[in-house]
């Protein structure tokens, strides 16, 4: 929505409001705004020209923010809002853009005001689910982290320090970016990130038998808690309990792509062909810029109803993600019938597996089933009857590129 308003010179220095209209369904309200400002700087001190201020409020009138003419876009939301304005549920109705016309030239001047509205619906967002802050050995805090994952487009992160929930009580609130509270539950037989609640630990993260271990997990699932099992096959720190229950989703995905991390993902397949539903998840390990790790490499892409902290945690564990190298890596979404990727579907053999890919490089799609592993194209493909389908995607060299989660199926009808 554009609208063009004309402040006039017998307006300055006072304050008044514009009216447009907010339509239903909407998350989010963004507004920028242009004019013409003959001189810019320190020249407008010296020779005053136009300054025309901005803020919002909503269909009841309520004020949401004010910024002075400090921001040419300011937004309001129902998941984030800009520094200095509300965050609040989106209503429909007839809103106002609070106008202040601190100084306007004898003519007058031009507003040009820019309406974007986000509205509800699945969206695509990108996520590095293993960052370290200076909480535990990383080199950052949460500001920084965000605006180094911003920067990189990432729509989230998960900073699971270790053994350590103290800044999931104060985690910043960051326009356009989302914080999934997580811990790395760091133990000397493997590591696990225990996701969606601030503290998963009724009192201390110790545990040094399968039983203790077991108590602890269950007491976080008892609270909310999602947890991953980290880098299992890790060279140095791999998955040593002898217990495959004990994790909700698996971290096939650690850092740079390496051996460890093929062979992690070769013991996920394994798992699937035992019948286990097991959704994935990938993570820098990121600590410090003097680690190989970098932030977004990989990510964790998920189909999310919103950009809240539970909404993304459950498209990630109903599995309606994959992972990949990076953020400009390819877009993967699968479809059996109705069935979404990480859904179960009944086996129909006049149904096909609808497998779209998109990337503008040159790679090799690989349909990897329990019955094995098979070169396809995009499309729909012909299954025989599987315990499950999933895709990889490599380069012309073989090395990984992204990794779906799977379609599970039933009996055939």
């Given at each position: 929505?554009?609208?063009?308003?004309?402040?006039?010179?017998?307006?300055?220095?006072?304050?008044?409001?514009?009216?447009?209209?907010?339509?239903?369904?909407?998350?989010?309200?963004?507004?920028?705004?242009?004019?013409?400002?003959?001189?810019?700087?320190?020249?407008?001190?010296?020779?005053?020209?136009?300054?025309?201020?901005?803020?919002?409020?909503?269909?009841?009138?309520?004020?949401?923010?004010?910024?002075?003419?400090?921001?040419?876009?300011?937004?309001?939301?129902?998941?984030?809002?800009?520094?200095?304005?509300?965050?609040?549920?989106?209503?429909?109705?007839?809103?106002?853009?609070?106008?202040?016309?601190?100084?306007?030239?004898?003519?007058?001047?031009?507003?040009?005001?820019?309406?974007?509205?986000?509205?509800?619906?699945?969206?695509?967002?990108?996520?590095?689910?293993?960052?370290?802050?200076?909480?535990?050995?990383?080199?950052?805090?949460?500001?920084?982290?965000?605006?180094?994952?911003?920067?990189?487009?990432?729509?989230?992160?998960?900073?699971?320090?270790?053994?350590?929930?103290?800044?999931?009580?104060?985690?910043?609130?960051?326009?356009?970016?989302?914080?999934?509270?997580?811990?790395?539950?760091?133990?000397?037989?493997?590591?696990?990130?225990?996701?969606?609640?601030?503290?998963?630990?009724?009192?201390?993260?110790?545990?040094?038998?399968?039983?203790?271990?077991?108590?602890?997990?269950?007491?976080?699932?008892?609270?909310?808690?999602?947890?991953?099992?980290?880098?299992?096959?890790?060279?140095?720190?791999?998955?040593?309990?002898?217990?495959?229950?004990?994790?909700?989703?698996?971290?096939?995905?650690?850092?740079?792509?390496?051996?460890?991390?093929?062979?992690?993902?070769?013991?996920?397949?394994?798992?699937?062909?035992?019948g286990k539903q097991i959704p994935i998840v990938g993570g820098s390990d990121y600590h410090s810029p003097k680690g190989f790790s970098k932030i977004g490499n990989p990510v964790t892409a998920v189909y999310s109803s919103s950009p809240s902290a539970e909404d993304i945690l459950d498209g990630i564990k109903k599995g309606k993600a994959y992972v990949a190298y990076g953020k400009d890596g390819p877009v993967i979404?699968?479809?059996?019938?109705?069935?979404?990727?990480?859904?179960?579907?009944?086996?129909?053999?006049?149904?096909?597996?609808?497998?779209?890919?998109?990337?503008?490089?040159?790679?090799?799609?690989?349909?990897?089933?329990?019955?094995?592993?098979?070169?396809?194209?995009?499309?729909?493909?012909?299954?025989?009857?599987?315990?499950?389908?999933?895709?990889?995607?490599?380069?012309?060299?073989?090395?990984?590129?992204?990794?779906?989660?799977?379609?599970?199926?039933?009996?055939?009808?």
């Amino acid at each position: 929505m554009v609208l063009k308003h004309t402040v006039t010179k017998d307006k300055e220095g006072t304050y008044y409001a514009v009216d447009f209209e907010v339509p239903e369904n909407v998350i989010k309200v963004t507004v920028a705004y242009d004019y013409l400002r003959p001189t810019k700087g320190f020249m407008s001190d010296l020779k005053p020209t136009n300054c025309i201020d901005i803020g919002l409020s909503d269909e009841k009138g309520r004020f949401l923010g004010w910024s002075g003419s400090a921001h040419s876009k300011i937004s309001v939301g129902q998941y984030s809002s800009t520094n200095g304005y509300k965050r609040q549920k989106i209503n429909a109705g007839t809103w106002q853009i609070l106008v202040g016309a601190y100084h306007v030239v004898p003519e007058g001047v031009e507003v040009t005001y820019t309406i974007d509205f986000e509205y509800e619906g699945e969206k695509l967002l990108f996520g590095d689910l293993h960052i370290h802050s200076d909480a535990s050995d990383g080199k950052y805090d949460a500001f920084e982290i965000a605006k180094m994952a911003k920067e990189k487009g990432l729509d989230f992160v998960g900073l699971a320090n270790h053994n350590n929930y103290a800044l999931n009580y104060n985690l910043p609130q960051v326009d356009d970016f989302t914080f999934v509270p997580a811990v790395e539950w760091t133990h000397y037989k493997g590591h696990m990130n225990f996701f969606g609640v601030a503290a998963p630990f009724e009192n201390s993260f110790i545990a040094n038998t399968k039983e203790e271990m077991n108590t602890l997990i269950n007491n976080a699932r008892s609270m909310g808690a999602v947890i991953s099992v980290n880098h299992p096959k890790d060279h140095f720190c791999p998955y040593l309990w002898e217990d495959d229950d004990a994790f909700d989703m698996m971290e096939i995905w650690n850092g740079p792509m390496r051996p460890s991390n093929i062979d992690g993902l070769a013991y996920w397949t394994e798992l699937l062909n035992k019948g286990k539903q097991i959704p994935i998840v990938g993570g820098s390990d990121y600590h410090s810029p003097k680690g190989f790790s970098k932030i977004g490499n990989p990510v964790t892409a998920v189909y999310s109803s919103s950009p809240s902290a539970e909404d993304i945690l459950d498209g990630i564990k109903k599995g309606k993600a994959y992972v990949a190298y990076g953020k400009d890596g390819p877009v993967i979404n699968l479809y059996y019938g109705d069935t979404p990727m990480g859904g179960t579907a009944v086996y129909d053999k006049n149904t096909s597996l609808d497998v779209s890919v998109k990337y503008d490089k040159p790679c090799n799609i690989t349909l990897v089933t329990s019955t094995g592993e098979n070169l396809i194209s995009r499309g729909s493909i012909k299954l025989t009857k599987v315990k499950f389908a999933y895709i990889k995607i490599t380069n012309k060299m073989g090395r990984i590129l992204a990794v779906s989660n799977p379609i599970y199926f039933k009996e055939e009808k």
